[in-house]
């Protein structure tokens, strides 16, 4: 039979020879669906901050319309004008959830990315006539009450900008001195 020592020297050639094997053993890439998996979480979190920033945009124009004091005709003509637009754009966003997808399925290519880019650009184009069309509707003390509230508006958002960057670069100093003192 085999004593304990013949036992333990073959264990352990064997585990030496394992534990080569498995260090030489090259790092592997991400797999197809490791890397579908994190572009699927990616595109739900864009999505979802997409979602809040439409519902901040939302709230911003209701804002800012509530304190116009929009007459009913104003109103009525302001939503025609906002759904007739959303039409006009409805197949240019469907094609580009279409690619958002594909990015998704990481069958996205370069010609998409430009396709993607062009279509960006028409719907920030047709809104930017929609918000030219709407300003057409005010009255002229309302224009100048909407410009009013939008520079309002972008004090407001460079403040806040200003405080995350604040809060940001504590953050990232007291990482570093975290750091430092687990170094010294």
Do not use: C, W, Y
Request: no cysteine; proline share 1%.
């Amino acid at each position: 039979m085999f004593s304990i020592k013949r036992l333990a020297v073959i264990f352990g050639m064997i585990s030496a020879v394992a534990l080569v094997a498995f260090a030489q053993q090259p790092a592997t890439a991400p797999t197809q669906e490791l890397r579908r998996e994190r572009m699927e979480r990616r595109e739900k979190h864009r999505e979802a901050r997409g979602e809040r920033m439409k519902m901040r945009g939302h709230r911003e124009r209701g804002v800012a319309f509530r304190e116009l004091n929009l007459s009913d005709a104003q109103r009525e003509q302001i939503r025609a004008i906002t759904q007739r637009r959303l039409d006009a754009t409805k197949t240019q966003r469907e094609e580009l959830a279409k690619l958002r997808e594909k990015r998704v399925d990481g069958t996205f290519a370069a010609a998409d990315e430009a396709r993607a880019r062009a279509l960006r650009e028409e719907i920030g184009a047709t809104m930017e006539g929609m918000r030219l069309e709407t300003e057409g509707v005010l009255t002229t003390e309302q224009k100048a009450r909407l410009q009013q509230l939008k520079v309002e508006r972008k004090a407001k958002r460079e403040e806040h900008q200003g405080e995350r960057k604040v809060r940001r670069e504590q953050r990232l100093k007291e990482r570093q001195d975290r750091l430092n003192k687990t170094i010294l």
